[in-house]
């Protein structure tokens, strides 16, 4: 597999993100259960919640707050521009950035257009960047 930089910038920001279970089925009681999300993806997953409990906090990354509507418009937009840049299903990127709201909507958007995410910490040193991105096609 032949690998290619697509170039993409992302402002960081400082924070930390939260996220809720919540119900995927009919009866509106609160998911517990490992069976219950089973058969659902990552991406899945956040839409059903943007769909369920649009308006509840889903992120908190510093002074920015999103709801589940506004982080699933933002998942699915960036989902929408890296599919234009030519990445999908099956490729392979790598996500090199600090814990941030823009962190949280790359990987949930990598997630949506079923691509493989390989993590990079923004404080690897160059020779662990070389062996993750070496070893992750």
């Known amino acids: 597999i032949q690998s290619r930089p697509v170039p993409f910038h992302l402002r960081p920001l400082d924070g930390f993100f939260s996220t809720d279970l919540i119900n995927h089925s009919e009866r509106g009681a609160s998911m517990t259960r490992y069976d ?3 058969g659902l ?3 899945e997953m956040l839409r059903d919640s943007a769909r369920a409990v ?3 906090e889903a992120l908190v990354s510093g002074p920015v707050r999103m709801t589940y509507k506004e982080l699933d418009e933002r998942v699915t937009a960036f989902a ?6 030519g990445v999908g299903k099956g490729d392979r990127v790598a996500i090199y950035m600090k814990n941030s ?3 949280t909507i790359a990987f949930y958007a990598c997630q949506r257009i079923g691509v493989i ?3 990079a ?3 690897y040193r160059d020779i662990q960047m070389t062996f993750i991105l ?3 096609a």
């Open 117 to 119: 995410v390989a993590w």
């Open 101 to 103: 709201a823009e962190l």
């Open 36 to 38: 219950e999300v089973s």
């Open 54 to 56: 649009s308006g509840k």
């Open 41 to 43: 993806s990552v991406g």
């Open 134 to 136: 070496q070893n992750s």
């Open 121 to 123: 910490n923004a404080n």
């Open 80 to 85: 929408a521009s890296l599919q234009n840049l």
